[in-house]
T-cell receptor, first 113, second 117 residues
Framework: EAQVTQNPRYLITVTGKKLTVTCSQN?????MSWYRQDPGLGLRQIYY???????DKGDVPEGYKVSRKEKRNFPLILESPSPNQTSLYFC????????????FGPGTRLTVL | AQKITQTQPGMFVQEKEAVTLDCTYD???????LFWYKQPSSGEMIFLIY??????QNATEGRYSLNFQKARKSANLVISASQLGDSAMYFC??????????????FGTGTQLKVEL
């Protein structure tokens, strides 16, 4: 089954404790992206990757890192999480940069205390 | 300035009626794409419909159609014959190109649709 998976689905952590949210897709997609969703703000892009070893900043990259060492994986790293990073995070992939159909993961709800 | 504007935070519609969800956009690109996504209460994002800026015909997918008015920069979603299962948050999004060759999606703030009996 074609899908984007994210782990963990729910995470409660404390300020400053490094964490990684994993994202994996099994569709051999080139384009992957991370978004955060906050009430009243819709989804905002954090980082995106057009292919292996090619990543770039989206609208709200501060406080986040990403890597794309393999085509299927695109982890999101919070080196020192802060409470303002409490949000719902989505990973997404599409076959190419045209983003014709973007497949979203199920979301990761992160709470930083 | 907002790139994607959805002016209706919430909408109600009766079952079997048609409903239009508004979306206006702002871009100086000649080539861009417009999308609608549905987010039910379970939280997943579901792709509904896509319209390319050069497409002359309005996109349709089953009960969904996109009313694309390029000169007015609007891309309204029309849902015909609403069903209870259509109750969800709906997001309009636009694909833009970067000078360096990348693309990104910018989302609106969403419209919460409630379908009533």
């Amino acid at each position: 089954e074609a899908q984007v998976t994210q782990n963990p689905r729910y995470l409660i952590t404390v300020t400053g404790k490094k964490l990684t949210v994993t994202c994996s897709q099994n569709m051999n997609h080139e384009y992957m992206s991370w978004y955060r969703q906050d009430p009243g703000l819709g989804l905002r892009q954090i980082y995106y990757s057009m292919n292996v070893e090619v990543t770039d900043k989206g609208d709200v990259p501060e406080g986040y890192k990403v890597s794309r060492k393999e085509k299927r994986n695109f982890p999101l790293i919070l080196e020192s999480p802060s409470p303002n990073q409490t949000s719902l995070y989505f990973c997404a992939s599409s076959v190419d940069y045209q983003l014709g159909t973007q497949y979203f993961g199920p979301g990761t709800r992160l709470t930083v205390l | 300035a907002q790139k994607i504007t959805q002016t209706q935070p919430g909408m109600f519609v009766q079952e079997k009626e048609a409903v239009t969800l508004d979306c206006t956009y702002d871009t100086s690109d000649q080539s861009y794409g417009l999308f609608w996504y549905k987010q039910p209460s379970s939280g997943e994002m579901i792709f509904l419909i896509y319209q390319g800026s050069y497409d002359e015909q309005n996109a349709t997918e089953g009960r969904y159609s996109l009313n694309f008015q390029k000169a007015r920069k609007s891309a309204n979603l029309v849902i015909s014959a609403s069903q209870l299962g259509d109750s969800a948050m709906y997001f309009c999004a636009m694909r833009e190109s970067f000078t360096g060759g990348g693309n990104k999606l910018t989302f609106g703030t969403g419209t919460q649709l409630k379908v009533e009996l």
